[in-house]
């Protein structure tokens, strides 16, 4: 146990509907981001905070995805519109110099 | 083309055996480098950081070319234990950029 956790664990979902998770970093850390992986691949890059500033978002995600850090703590990822490709584990990292620690991740199904 | 490439893999080897990995990376503003280890179905956890003058943990060693952009790692003396997914990731946080990873590198160490 890295000390991030995430919730749901799991998440089944119908295409179309909008899902959100949640990660909790390490309380010292000032850094989280999120990644996506699928079977195969190493986690690509999602968003990346520190502190509540979004640095950087990801080209490749579309507009249907939108993270939030509102006090620095605890973040939130939501899909809105979920579709099949979306498919995937999300996992969430913290960290306070080069190092990251992640999280177990929140795998989502879309069927 | 993919900020980090890694051999995709995988790499079967008796125990004993000695193995290396290869790693590019495209964005020359990468500051800092790392080599992660995940097992199957865990999260990413950090196996080493990479440094200029290369660096060395035990039966593992890490090294850097910042001209060439490319980093290696060599396990001597495999272990079973040593099977897994290794993952290489370039920092970019002085560009306010978030870590990129590879698609990683699968390793199975057979008796």
């Known amino acids: 146990d890295t000390g991030v956790s995430q919730d749901p664990r799991h998440k089944i979902t119908k295409r179309g509907q909008n899902v959100t998770f949640r990660c909790d970093p390490i309380?010292?850390?000032?850094?989280l981001y999120w990644y996506r992986q699928t079977l195969g691949q190493g986690p690509e890059f999602l968003t990346y905070?520190?502190?509540?500033?979004?640095?950087?978002k990801s080209r490749l995600l579309s507009d249907r995805f939108s993270a939030e850090r509102p006090k620095g703590s605890f973040s939130t990822l939501e899909i809105q519109r979920t579709e099949q490709g979306d498919s995937a584990m999300y996992l969430c990292?913290?960290?306070?110099?080069?190092?990251?620690?992640f999280g177990p991740g929140t795998r989502l199904t879309v069927l | 083309r993919k900020e980090v490439e890694q051999d995709p893999g995988p790499f079967n080897v008796p125990e004993g055996a000695t193995v290396a990995f290869n790693c590019t990376y495209s964005?020359?503003?990468?500051?800092?480098f790392f080599w992660y280890r995940q097992d199957c179905r865990k999260e990413p956890k950090l196996l080493m950081s990479?440094?200029?003058s290369g660096n060395e943990d035990g039966r593992f060693t890490a090294q850097l070319n910042r001209a060439s952009q490319y980093i290696s790692l060599l396990i001597r003396d495999s272990k079973l234990s040593d099977s897994a997914t290794y993952l290489c990731?370039?920092?970019?946080?002085?560009?306010?950029?978030?870590?990129?990873f590879g698609a990683g590198t699968r390793l199975t160490v057979k008796p």
């Open positions: 990731v370039v920092n970019m946080l002085l560009a306010s950029k978030g870590m990129r």
């Open positions: 964005n020359s503003a990468s500051q800092s």
């Open positions: 309380s010292e850390h000032n850094r």
């Open positions: 990292a913290s960290g306070r110099g080069n190092e990251q620690f």
């Open positions: 990479v440094y200029s």
């Open positions: 905070f520190q502190n509540e500033a979004q640095l950087e």
